[in-house]
């Protein structure tokens, strides 16, 4: 019996109030970008952007899901929170 393989992720944040929580897990194909939280509705697209910002600027290869629970951060928290996240999940799968 081979042994089960639990998916790598790696987490930021907190689910405080003007704070937000990322989770970087792999993905089998393309990147994609989950978000959730109050301001949602009206911040997504500015969010989405963000996100890509910095995973572009970090290298990423389109091989990984963000996922954001956001509790109003703003623009410099989030960033620095997918950051973090993308960082700690590189280290996690031994990049």
Do not use: H, W
């Amino acid at each position: 019996m081979s042994p089960i393989e639990t998916p790598r992720s790696a987490q930021a944040g907190t689910v405080e109030s003007m704070d937000c929580l990322v989770t970087v897990t792999a993905s089998g194909g393309g990147r994609r970008v989950e978000i959730s939280g109050g301001g949602t509705s009206r911040f997504r697209d500015v969010m989405e952007k963000k996100i890509n910002q910095v995973l572009d600027g970090l290298g990423e290869r389109e091989n990984v899901t963000i996922s954001v629970q956001d509790n109003g951060a703003v623009d410099l928290v989030l960033g620095a929170r997918v950051e973090a996240a993308y960082l700690r999940f590189r280290e996690a799968i031994g990049e």
